[in-house]
């Protein structure tokens, strides 16, 4: 008898030899191992999502803080002079793009991808050049098939972003678009909006739009400066761009790891559905055995009788 | 509060390092090294890379290696630290600076250049706080 679902041994004999069971058995424990593994793994990127949330949440401090001292400064000072915020005719586009290095993470990279991609369209649609940056071994591998090598390429940073990483990052669009070797940066990530939520996000990064700074309490005029209020501006915005692309990785390692999670609990309720599967199948043949036995030895019963 | 001891924060831009009640704090600022007791005037002062030393309320010493940061007193004399990185001496894994000052060291003898002068920087910095020097 053939059940629904049915996946092995379809083409032998409707009466299963021992053979047969001893290889669903095998292959009932290669399943069971591998949903072990993958328990394993679900396990561990569920710890990390808390960890990476955590991360997100200690940084913002930092960043609100830079924000806040710089809209005080902005009060009293001119920020539309600082080489971060020329807005230019735009001929040279560079995006930066968060993957991440390790896969196993369901559609995670495929839709901030597809997110990058679209921007690339898009600008050379528009008769706009675009050079790539790209964090993770897996936006790399996607874009050098595709025949675009990155400018520039991370490794070894998405699942655990340092500040370090971040302001390498940054300094490598801000030294491109200072000196006007491009005009305009994306910043495609992925946002956390919740362990069930990721949503691939782009975000112009540079150039910085004065209206970011605008709205802060002026700083009292007794205030001491040093060096002057022109030059703190000066070294504080490129921090500000700084904590802005970090907030981006430690986003997108919260996301991954989110996805992750989501990916092997699939994988594992997948294995176990398999695995049950097949132990029915294996009861299945290992009763017809039996049965068929029984009626060979009632047979014979029978046919010494007559 | 009273006036022997003013409120710290200290805010990495990875995470909230330190808060408390100081007597004193010092700092290295991009035009020299400078102090701040309770009191002081408002100010906004960018730091250099080097140690921020602080004395807490109950007399025991904090140094803190920051890179690239600004020390800003507030109008309620509140005292912020504001640095990409700033770590707590038991925080640093000194073996692995003096692993990454060697490094340096080894790559500015075959050229110069300014980055890797800075990153040297922050690293002997690192291995003197977590010696505790």
Do not use: C
């Not at chain 1, 561990?44 to 200690?58: D, N, P």
């Amino acid at each position: 008898m053939r059940r629904p679902g049915r996946t092995d041994g379809d083409e032998e004999d409707e009466v299963a030899g021992s053979g047969q069971i001893r290889q669903l058995k095998r292959r009932i424990r290669s399943v069971q191992g591998t949903a072990k593994i993958t328990r394993a793994m679900e396990m561990i990127a569920a710890s990390r999502i808390m960890k990476a949330q955590g991360r997100v949440r200690a940084a913002r401090p930092y960043a609100e803080q830079i924000h806040d001292v710089i809209k005080g400064l902005a009060v009293s000072n001119e920020v539309r002079a600082h080489p971060l915020l020329q807005l230019r005719e735009v001929e040279r586009v560079a995006v930066v793009v968060n993957t991440s290095d390790q896969g196993l993470a369901g559609a995670y990279n495929a839709n901030v991808l597809k997110v990058a991609e679209r921007t690339i369209r898009e600008e050379e649609a528009a008769g706009r050049s675009v050079e790539l940056y790209v964090v993770g071994r897996k936006g790399n591998g996607y874009f050098a098939y595709r025949g675009r090598r990155p400018k520039q390429f991370w490794e070894g940073v998405s699942d655990t972003p340092s500040f370090e990483d971040a302001q390498e990052i940054a300094d490598a669009v801000m030294s491109r678009f200072i000196p006007a070797e491009v005009d305009r940066v994306w910043l495609v990530y992925t946002d956390f909006k919740s362990s069930l939520t990721q949503t691939p996000t782009r975000m112009e990064l540079l150039p910085v739009k004065p209206e970011e700074f605008e709205g802060g309490d002026e700083i009292s005029p007794e205030f001491m400066f040093e060096p002057s209020q022109a030059q703190l501006l000066n070294r504080l915005i490129p921090q500000y761009v700084e904590a802005k692309v970090f907030h981006g990785l430690l986003e997108s390692a919260a996301s991954e790891h989110a996805n992750r999670q989501r990916a092997m609990k699939a994988a594992t309720d997948n294995a176990k559905d398999v695995a049950e599967n097949l132990s029915r199948i294996m009861n299945q043949a290992r009763q017809d055995q039996i049965t068929s036995e029984i009626s060979e030895i009632v047979g014979g019963a029978e046919a010494l009788n007559d | 509060m009273s006036d022997k001891t003013m409120p710290v924060e200290v805010v990495s831009a990875e995470r909230h390092v330190l808060s408390g009640e100081i007597t004193e704090i010092y700092a290295r600022g991009v035009e020299g090294e400078i102090g701040i007791l309770p009191g002081h005037q408002p100010a906004l002062i960018a730091l250099d890379i080097g140690p921020v030393r602080m004395t807490m309320a109950d007399g025991t010493k904090q140094k803190i290696a920051v890179h690239r940061g600004v020390l800003f007193v507030g109008d309620d004399g509140k005292v912020i630290v504001l640095a990409d990185i700033a770590e707590l001496a038991d925080d640093i894994d000194v073996a692995r600076a003096e692993r990454r000052q060697r490094v340096l060291e080894e790559r500015l003898a075959s050229k110069r250049d300014t980055a890797l002068v800075g990153s040297l920087r922050k690293q002997k910095l690192r291995v003197d706080i977590g010696q505790g020097l």
